[in-house]
């Protein structure tokens, strides 16, 4: 693969594994479980100590496929698949907050969206606050002690509204939030969220190809050694666990 190839290039080829067999399209790998050497090697292979699948539910070589593609396309370092849109939504908004935290969102939202983070995130103890986010002091005004990630669609589907992601990513920087931007209306194709600013800053959720169904949310994940990677979680195929199918990178 090739970080120079156009996109349509990118869009065909992203990722691309071939079997022993050369087919021309990528496999479509059924199976739900994987063979392995000896009993040893399935030990080490379960306890994340050796790279490779384990079981389908956390990865296969077509949900690898299909994730080495998208962060081709949205210049993330690595991705996570979903199983919806939404999924990648609250994945990519819950799993990094807890009880007490608080969340900034624009309110042009798509309505699914703003239930996340209007009723679902509050019934675990997280607070939201709503704003016009056309105007980045609206951003700064609604900023707490307790404020660990910001939420915005731009642009906004159906109302078109646009929001400074680059803006808004920098007072981000300054409390150490993140951002998760969805970007299901422009698509990678037209922005990418993960340049519009200092790549620690974001987490990009839907964005792609077709619809919502079919939308990428993305992550930033501590590595190991504690620095950040940018991760992109892409709805429409089945979840993976990073660290148990591609140890040591997430």
């Not at 399209?25 to 050796?50: D, M, N, P």
């Not at 660990?148 to 920087?173: M, Y």
């Not at 299901?184 to 964005?207: C, D, H, N, R, Y």
């Amino acid at each position: 693969m090739s970080k120079t190839w156009r996109p349509a290039t990118q869009l065909v080829h992203g990722g691309t594994l071939r079997s022993q067999y050369g087919e021309t399209s990528e496999a479509i790998y059924l199976t739900q479980g994987f063979v392995y050497e000896t009993s040893e090697a399935a030990e080490a292979r379960f306890k994340g100590e050796t790279e490779g699948f384990i079981y389908a539910r956390y990865g296969s070589p077509t949900n690898d496929m299909f994730e080495k593609r998208m962060c081709m396309l949205e210049g993330a370092e690595d991705a996570r698949a979903t199983a919806s849109g939404m999924a990648a939504v609250t994945a990519a908004i819950l799993c990094q907050l807890k009880s007490g935290d608080h969340i900034v969102a624009a309110r042009a939202l798509f309505g699914s969206c703003r239930w996340v983070v209007e009723t679902l995130a509050p019934k675990y103890g997280i607070d939201c606050t709503l704003i016009d986010g056309r105007d980045l002091a609206n951003w700064e005004k609604a900023i707490t002690s307790k404020t660990k990630v910001f939420f915005l669609e731009s642009p906004t589907n159906p109302t078109l509204e646009v929001i400074d992601i680059a803006g808004v990513a920098k007072l981000a920087n300054q409390i150490g939030a993140k951002v998760v931007v969805d970007n299901v209306f422009a698509t990678p194709l037209f922005q990418k969220p993960l340049g519009s600013a200092p790549i620690s800053s974001f987490i990009p959720p839907p964005s792609i190809l077709t619809d919502r169904a079919a939308a990428s949310a993305a992550s930033c994940f501590p590595t190991r050694n504690g620095s950040t990677r940018t991760c992109t979680t892409i709805s429409a195929i089945p979840a993976r666990r990073c660290r148990r199918s591609m140890p040591g990178r997430c």
